[in-house]
């Protein structure tokens, strides 16, 4: 019921890892990571999400909050290597249509 | 129809850290009841997102109130039922007087956490919401033993390109 969140700097590239669990107690350490880095500008940040194995609406706010945060400063973010359970949240919203998502992983674990 | 059924209940502080023992708790009756896993994730994120909700919007920043989740097992379907006000509650009683989804009042009530009032009506099968005394969410999933998804939809474990 923890969220591990790595992040490696590369000049104007920002990554994030993010492992374990994305829900209503752990969102607001993401948005804490993720929201200066959109407040910059023209950063690129990408978000890895492969070892998240849940994540609900909270999370899917972060990311829209995010979203628009680095589409004011010019900058970017991309979604990538989300499993097809955590992919599935992104579809049903419609969120997959405004945001940047790569490499989505078929498997369910 | 057999009216047989478990009933299993808890009451967790108003607290964003209580979520995830409440996901735990479904994931382990679900399990027991034999849904698949893609059903069981599904149930985990529209009970989650229900008790988000009651966290976040049912209690005053200053007062820690109670969250109570009961847990209708039956032998086709599982109800979860999420109140936010920390009282018991009487599970037929409170059946009596659900509502559907679309009246106005509750979709208002429910309005910020209105991504995931939608996720939960996306991922279970029925979804009440009564605003009388308290904010009540009951939701249903049922039980398909056969192996065999009603819904086509659903994303598959292989991969789509």
Known sequence: MNLQIKQEDQDNIHELSLSGEVDAFTAPQLREKLMPLTEKEGETIVVKLANVNYMDSTGLGVFVGALKSSKQNNSTLKLTGMTSRVHRLFEITGLDEVIDIEDVKGGSV | ?161
Do not use: W
């Open chain 2, 1 to 161: 129809m057999t009216m047989t059924s478990d009933f299993v209940e808890m009451k967790i502080p108003a607290e964003p850290e209580y979520v995830g023992v409440v996901r735990l708790t479904v994931s382990g009756i679900a399990n027991r009841m034999g849904y698949s896993y893609d059903d069981i994730e599904d149930i985990k994120i529209a009970v989650s997102e229900a008790c988000t909700n009651a966290v976040n919007h049912a209690y005053p920043e200053e007062e820690v109130g109670q969250v109570t989740v009961g847990f209708g097992v039956y032998e086709d379907r599982l109800e979860v039922m999420v109140l936010d006000r920390g009282k018991s509650f009487n599970f037929e009683e409170i059946q009596g007087k659900l509502g559907p989804v679309n009246s106005e009042k509750s979709i208002e009530q429910l309005n910020e956490g209105g991504l995931g009032l939608f996720l939960i009506e996306s991922l279970m099968d029925k979804v009440e919401i009564s605003g009388e005394d308290g904010v009540v969410v009951m939701m249903t999933k049922f039980l398909h033993r056969d192996g065999v998804e009603v819904d086509a939809s659903k994303v598959s474990s292989s991969p789509q390109q």
